[in-house]
C-alpha cells in the first residue's frame, strides 16, 4: 500500500524543529504539473524546471498522474537529514498526494542525479516494475541525456563508471540480475556503485548496439509482461544473459560508447519566473516533505489545524487528532490528507462507515489520483457483497500507482471470485512484479498458487488467501505458536520473523502502535531490533501477513 503519513513508534530519523525549517531564502519555479523549490540557486531552479519539462517528452510523457515536487537543497546538514542512506546524493519518493525528488544541490553532479530522479519518478506510473538493474540502469543512461539546437544526445558515457568498471571484477551474473529492490546490493558503498556502474553499462549495450537496439523495446515489453529476463533474452536476441553481461564488458573496455540523436520538439508549456517564497510557504513544502518519507514531525513544525491534527495522529493522541482534523474540515481546509486521515482514524475505530466512505469521496474530489482512498472504498464494497464495484476501484487504485503489490493483490482475489480467472491471472502477475520484499513476494505467490491451482472437487472452500483486512482494523484469522527469532526494524515496514514447527513466518507490522502484546513478561518483552528467541504465541492476517497481536510465554 502506499503508506499513509503518520508516524510509528519505531521510526527513528527524526526532523528536528531546525532541521527542516526554512530559515534561508527559498526560491520557487512553477510549471504544468511540477514545482522546484530551492534554498540555493533561483537560476539552477530555472534550468532544473527547463530540463524537467523537455525530458518528460523524452520519456514519453506529459504530466503525470500526481504533481512532481523537486526540491534541490543547498543545506547539506538539512539534505543529511533527509535523505534515506548515506550513499545518496538525490532520490525519489512517492506519496499518496505528490511525488518528490530531492537532490543535494551543488555536488558536481547534482544535475545528473536530479534527471536520474526524474526517470524513476516517470517508471513508477508507467507500467509493471522491471528488474532493479533495468530500472537503474535506464535512469543512468537517460541521465546524461544532452539537448542542444538540433534535438537529444542520448549515450554519453559516464567516465566515473567507466573508471569503476575498467578497474574492479564485475558482479557475477545471478547476483546482478535478480538483485531486488529489497537488496543489501544497495546500501553497500563500492559494491552499490560497482551495481548502478555495470547496470548503466548492460543498458547502454541494449540500447545503442546495432543490431540489438533495434529488438531492445520488445525485449523490455516483455519483461513488463512477466517474461524472465533470461527468457526474454534468449527469445528476442537469440543470446543467453550471461553473454550479454560479456558482450558490455568487451564494450566498457573498448570504449565502444555509441551515441544517438533524437529530434525534440519543444515542450510549450509555461514556466513561471524564479520567485522568493515566504517562509510560511517554504515550512509547508518541508513539512510536507517530511511526512512523504515518513520522518517524524516536532510540535514546532506545525501551523495549521490539519498539521496539527497529523502530528498527534503520529504520536497516537487519537482523539486529540481527530479533533484537530475535524476542525481543519470545518475551517475548509483543502489538503487532501484532513479528510483522509480523518477517515482512517475512523474506519480503524470502526465508527461510522457512512462517513467514512463520505470522508474518502471527499478525498476523491479533491485529489482524484488518491489511491489509497479509492482502495479502500473498494474494500468497503467487497465488504458489503459488490465485489464488481470493488474491482472497478481496485483497477483506478492500479492504474493511477501500478507499482503497489497491495491494489494487484486485492484486484486479483476479487478477480478470482467473480471467476474472471483471466484477468485474474494477469492481477496476480502483476502483484508478484509489484512485490519489494520477502513478505509481500510470498503473498503474490500465495495468490498466484491459488488462481493456477483451485482446489479439486465441487465441495465449497475457503480460499487460503483473503482479501486484506488491514484497513478493517487490527484483527487476525491466524494463530501459531513457536519463537520470536528476528526483529527487523530497518525494513519497511518492520518485519517479525517467528520459527515454527512448520517453518519460519515473516511478518509485516504495519500498525505497530495497534498490534496487541500480553503475556509472560509483555511489559519487558516490546519489540528490541535484531536476532532473537523468545517464546510467543502469535495472531496475524493470512491474507497480507500482517501481525496482529503477540503473546510471549
Not at 223 to 228: A, I, K, L, N, Y
Not at 298 to 323: H, I, M
Not at 404 to 417: D, I, K, N
Request: hydrophobic share 45%; aromatic share 6%; proline share 4%.
Amino acid at each position: 500500500m502506499v503508506q499513509s503519513k503518520k508516524v510509528i513508534t519505531l521510526m527513528v530519523l527524526t526532523v528536528g524543529a531546525g532541521c527542516l525549517q526554512a530559515e534561508s531564502k527559498w526560491t520557487a519555479v512553477r510549471g504544468e504539473g511540477y514545482n522546484v523549490f530551492t534554498d540555493a540557486s533561483g537560476p539552477g531552479a530555472a534550468k532544473m524546471a527547463r530540463r524537467l519539462q523537455e525530458m518528460r517528452r523524452l520519456l514519453g510523457g506529459s504530466t503525470k498522474v500526481l504533481p512532481l515536487q523537486v526540491v534541490l537543497l543547498g543545506s547539506e546538514a538539512r539534505f543529511r537529514q533527509i535523505r534515506p542512506s548515506a550513499t545518496v546524493g538525490g532520490f525519489y519518493q512517492s506519496s499518496a498526494d505528490a511525488d518528490w525528488i530531492v537532490v543535494q544541490w551543488g555536488r558536481a553532479d547534482s544535475e545528473r542525479a536530479m534527471s536520474h530522479e526524474l526517470v524513476h519518478a516517470f517508471l513508477e506510473h508507467n507500467g509493471p516494475r522491471r528488474p532493479l538493474w533495468l530500472e537503474e540502469g535506464l535512469a543512468e543512461f537517460y541521465s546524461t541525456a544532452e539537448l542542444d539546437s538540433k534535438g537529444w544526445i542520448i549515450g554519453r558515457a559516464v567516465e566515473n563508471h567507466v573508471r569503476v568498471l575498467n578497474e574492479r571484477a564485475w558482479l557475477g551474473e545471478r547476483e546482478f540480475f535478480e538483485a531486488r529492490p529489497d537488496s543489501a546490493l544497495r546500501e553497500e558503498g563500492r559494491r552499490a556503485g560497482l551495481f548502478y556502474a555495470q547496470a548503466w553499462a548492460v543498458v547502454h549495450y541494449l540500447l545503442t548496439t546495432p543490431g540489438v537496439r533495434e529488438k531492445a523495446l520488445a525485449l523490455f515489453a516483455a519483461m513488463g509482461d512477466g517474461v524472465p529476463f533470461a527468457r526474454a533474452c534468449e527469445s528476442h536476441l537469440g543470446m543467453r544473459q550471461g553473454l550479454v553481461l560479456e558482450a558490455a564488458r568487451r564494450a566498457v573496455e573498448q570504449r565502444r560508447f555509441l551515441t544517438a540523436r533524437i529530434a525534440h520538439e519543444p515542450d510549450g508549456a509555461a514556466i513561471s519566473r524564479p520567485e522568493t517564497i515566504g517562509k510560511e510557504e517554504a515550512d509547508a513544502v518541508l513539512l510536507s516533505l517530511a511526512l512523504a518519507v515518513g520522518q517524524k514531525l516536532e510540535p514546532a513544525t506545525v501551523a495549521t489545524a490539519a498539521q496539527k491534527g497529523l502530528l498527534a495522529l503520529g504520536e497516537g493522541r487519537r482523539g486529540e487528532a481527530e479533533k484537530w482534523l475535524e476542525e481543519a474540515l470545518a475551517n475548509g481546509s483543502q489538503d487532501p490528507a484532513a479528510p483522509f486521515e480523518l477517515a482512517m482514524l475512523l474506519r480503524e475505530e470502526k465508527r461510522a462507515p457512512e462517513r467514512v466512505a463520505a470522508l474518502l469521496r471527499q478525498t476523491i474530489e479533491r485529489n482524484p489520483n488518491h489511491a489509497e482512498a479509492h482502495f479502500i472504498l473498494g474494500l468497503q464494497a467487497e465488504a458489503r457483497g459488490d465485489v464488481e464495484g470493488a474491482i472497478d476501484y481496485y483497477q483506478t487504485a492500479a492504474r493511477i500507482l501500478p507499482r503497489q503489490m497491495t491494489f494487484w493483490h486485492a484486484l486479483a482475489l476479487a478477480l478470482e471470485r467473480s471467476k474472471r480467472l483471466g484477468e485474474a491471472a494477469h492481477a496476480a502477475m502483476r502483484c508478484r512484479l509489484a512485490a519489494k520484499n520477502a513478505s509481500e513476494r510470498e503473498m503474490a505467490a500465495a495468490v498466484e498458487r491459488l488462481i493456477r491451482e483451485p482446489a479439486a472437487g465441487t465441495a465449497p472452500r475457503k480460499p487460503p488467501v483473503q482479501v486484506p483486512e488491514s484497513w478493517r482494523g487490527l484483527q487476525g484469522d491466524t494463530t501459531v505458536a513457536g519463537e520470536l527469532v528476528d526483529f527487523d526494524c530497518a525494513a519497511t515496514p518492520p518485519l517479525a520473523t517467528v520459527g515454527t514447527g512448520g517453518g519460519r513466518l515473516t511478518l509485516r507490522l504495519t500498525r505497530p502502535n495497534e498490534i496487541r502484546i500480553t503475556g509472560t513478561g509483555a511489559v519487558r518483552h516490546t519489540f528490541a531490533c535484531g536476532a532473537q528467541r523468545l517464546k510467543v504465541r502469535v495472531e496475524y492476517q493470512k491474507a497480507t501477513m500482517e501481525l496482529t497481536a503477540v503473546e510471549f510465554q
